[in-house]
């Protein structure tokens, strides 16, 4: 198991026994989800924003409009937190103190860098759609070099990360539990749906196989 | 319709057609989720981190241990940024470069306080609690003093705020309609399952009615 380096930055303090810094899981957890949430500091205010991502390796893509206000503070900052997080379910104990979610989020530190290159850009690209449903950048009118040249695409690369995950049921004091309090877990799952067509279609054109797949396996 | 006010801080400068300031419907967006993201200065880097919350009124309440790194970072601060997104689809396009999503996301900027008085502390944390399933509070122990003063609850008072929109179909070129791409929408939806009780629950207690509810509601 390759593990993220544990630093004061990524250390998990509260609950940490639900704390990973196991490489995989973070890959997993940041692969699972589509959007992110990104961290910013502008005019000495902290902000927060979500966006879409895509990750391969140990760096995350993110992508914008050239004067995205987040995507250039990031790149003066040089730096990103990002957070990614899935909820699994609502966990409701006997007691208030002890209620809960079961979840799994990811903590990102990275180091950020504008892509210059044209070849590595369009990769990214790529990597993000793809990330959105595997394999649809095939199925896909490419950019072409105005909407190429008008987009911002930063990497973030994982300079540490950390994951934190709770995925049980409730955990109340023993005193409590022969009491006559109901203590159980609501499950929660973000699902999709079949694919709604665009209206305006040229005749036989179809739904790729690459989205019937894809709704397939998270419906 | 009441309004917030437009600031450099609050205003949707990417894609202002899908901006709105209306409080009714930043309130709704803000109590349809669990989880928000919270940023936060730590030793001069933006950092983010999920949490569970809960509104009333233009307040924001979260809690957490006392010794919470993110919460202490926002009293020293004194103000927050808060996201909360829900994903309702993903836009896919003929062109890649139109690849979207729908969304319905707020970004609250506050003030930051420590609820010091006891009354009001356990009315926010009546709040949380209910904000996870209306009316629960009732069913539970609620905190015992230990429970309570291990509690630190943080009111952030909306002093501005956005919401972001977007809850359409694709928006492509013109020049594509007629090029043999497929182009639709994937819903996503985040949906809950019937509640799983507890194994260690004595004789005779049922799911409580809150929690039915909730679940029919949400499914």
């Known amino acids: ?14 609950g940490p026994k639900r704390a990973s810094y196991d490489v995989d899981l973070i890959n997993k957890i940041l692969d699972d989800a589509f959007l992110c ?6 005019n000495d205010q902290a902000i927060v924003i979500p966006t879409a991502y895509a ?8 992508h914008g409009s050239l004067k995205n206000r987040m995507m250039l503070s990031l790149l003066e900052a040089g730096k990103a937190s990002v957070s ?9 104990a006997r007691s208030a103190f002890h209620h809960s979610a079961n979840y799994r989020s990811v903590n990102v530190f990275g180091s950020v860098r504008k892509i210059e290159d044209s070849e590595e850009k369009m990769e990214a690209l790529k ?28 990497e973030i690369s994982m300079d540490t990360a950390s994951a934190k995950v709770r ?7 023993l005193d409590d539990h022969d009491k006559p309090y109901w203590a159980g877990v609501i ?5 999709v749906f079949d ?25």
């Open 1 to 14: 198991m390759t593990e993220y380096k544990v630093s004061a930055l990524n250390k998990v303090v509260r």
């Open 84 to 92: 990614v997080t899935h909820l699994d379910g609502l966990v409701l």
């Open 195 to 219: 694919a709604v067509s665009d209206n305006d279609l040229p005749k036989g054109v179809k739904v790729p196989q690459a989205v019937l797949e894809y709704v397939e396996k998270n419906k």
């Open 37 to 42: 949430h990104v961290a910013y500091v502008w």
């Open 167 to 173: 995925a049980e049921g409730v955990n109340d004091e």
């Open 127 to 154: 990597c993000i759609l793809n990330h959105m449903v595997p394999g649809h950048w095939d199925n896909v009118r490419h950019p072409n070099n105005k909407e190429f040249n008008a987009t911002l695409v930063i």
């Open 187 to 191: 499950p929660i799952k973000q699902v």
């Open 55 to 62: 990750r391969k390796d140990d760096k995350i893509y993110i």
